[in-house]
């Protein structure tokens, strides 16, 4: 039997389903743990400022997926409010 296997062979897998992915994380520890460590005094005193750059850099990221621009309406704005059902008296008479 011949198995067509071209398919699978054109798509590239993503960096995190990789097998680089484990060793960009073990450097990542490893670099780490020298961080912390050797130079334990330089990273507490940069660790608030690299918080407040973290702010603004997570606003940029996480905005850019929006896919709209400014002139177009928000999602809510184009469906009109669902009306409530009545609701009925707690007691036994209805």
């Not at 054109?10 to 020298?34: D, E, H, T």
């Not at 809510?76 to 059902?85: D, F, I, N, T, Y």
Request: charged share 15%; with cysteine; hydrophobic share 40%.
């Amino acid at each position: 039997m011949n198995y067509d296997h071209s398919q699978y062979d054109m798509q590239s897998k993503p960096f995190w389903g990789s097998r680089y992915s484990i060793g960009f994380l073990v450097m990542g520890a490893i670099a780490l743990y020298f961080l912390l460590t050797e130079h334990r005094a330089h990273f507490f005193y940069a660790f608030p400022f690299l918080l407040l750059l973290a702010c603004p850099l997570m606003h940029l990221f996480m905005h850019r997926g929006h896919g709209r621009s400014h002139n177009q309406p928000h999602n809510h704005e184009k469906a009109a409010p669902k009306a409530l059902p009545p609701v009925k008296p707690a007691g036994g008479a209805s």
